[in-house]
């Protein structure tokens, strides 16, 4: 049984790097559509110009999505509707991608559920890969304190 997922989400402060970024897109097959209005960071391997150099046909920034309010009040997005038409009818996954760590308060899972609503599609948020810590076994936030 494969995975009918074809819309994730990704948020780039949870730990994601660049590479990791490109092989998860490379993995599934997918398109990264660059939610942001402004695609611009403070690390700089996350500006538009480097996320190119990096995806190649694989980034798509797709402005109409941002939030105008990005620096605060409701989320508002600037232009939606072509945007949606497009990744709902692409023929590969999608990943949307932000800034924003925690999906609950970003605009990227109001774009998500615009495509479940609108498409029926189904979404993931996705979280980097955690490295396993040499010897096994919990790490040490779940391991009881005695």
Not at 112 to 132: C, N, S, T, V
Request: aromatic share 8%; hydrophobic share 35%.
């Amino acid at each position: 049984m494969g995975d009918t997922i074809k819309l994730y989400t990704v948020g780039y402060i949870a730990g994601w790097t660049p590479a990791a970024l490109l092989e998860k897109a490379k993995d599934l097959g997918a398109i990264v559509y660059d939610s942001r209005i402004r695609p611009y960071s403070r690390q700089p391997e996350w500006n538009q110009k480097a996320l190119q150099s990096l995806l190649g046909s694989r980034y798509v920034h797709a402005d109409g999505l941002g939030n105008v309010n990005y620096k605060g009040g409701p989320i508002k997005l600037q232009n939606p509707a072509p945007w949606i038409e497009r990744i709902a009818t692409s023929i590969h996954p999608v990943i949307l991608l932000c800034a924003c760590g925690n999906p609950s308060v970003c605009h990227r899972t109001v774009i998500a559920d615009m495509l479940k609503q609108q498409h029926g599609m189904e979404y993931r948020h996705l979280f980097p890969e955690r490295k396993r810590v040499s010897g096994g076994g919990a790490p040490p936030s779940q391991l009881k304190l005695f």
